[in-house]
């Protein structure tokens, strides 16, 4: 979704620097700027290599020096395209993980707690154990050996 997002702002701000409103051109130069990025992220799969994530900042001279070509952006204003491109790319991406945040977060917290078992929790932890809520008030603390601890809350002091 971010490349949509990217290359509707890169389309939008090039006839604004003197450039040609062309989404598909648009889209082209993004992808092709883009790919030095991703292939860099490949390196953070390999800790030792993580460091050489670092030229996925060639992206960025990619987009600088597509600018002019792909998209008519005179080159005298090409860093201004460039700079404005990414500075509003990460503001509209902010956006859009935001909205879409608010629209999936309310699902995530409902399947986390377990959709229709009304006021009980249950949280499995794999080898570490397992705890249970229950609405009366008892938690239940499963221990990785299958030991047992159970925590009452008495509602009734609570203020």
């Not at 060639?58 to 090409?78: C, H, I, R």
């Not at 929790?121 to 570490?128: A, H, K, P, V």
């Amino acid at each position: 979704m971010s490349l949509w997002v990217v290359a509707y702002v890169a389309n939008y701000l090039s006839p604004r620097f003197g450039g040609r409103d062309d989404y598909p051109a648009a889209f082209r130069l993004v992808t092709y700027s883009w790919t030095a990025a991703w292939l860099a992220g490949i390196f953070g799969l390999i800790p030792m290599l993580s460091i050489l994530g670092i030229l996925g900042l060639y992206s960025l001279y990619l987009l600088y020096k597509g600018a002019t070509p792909v998209m008519g952006v005179p080159q005298d204003k090409a860093v201004g395209f460039t700079a404005v491109t990414i500075i509003a790319a990460i503001v509209a991406m902010f956006l859009v993980n935001l909205v879409i945040g608010l629209f999936t977060a309310p699902t995530m917290m409902a399947g986390t707690m377990g959709s229709g078992m009304g006021d009980r929790m249950s949280i499995d932890m794999g080898e570490s154990g397992r705890i249970d809520s229950n609405a009366d008030g008892t938690m239940t603390i499963t221990g990785p050996d299958g030991e047992t601890m159970t925590i009452t809350i008495d509602t009734n002091e609570a203020e």
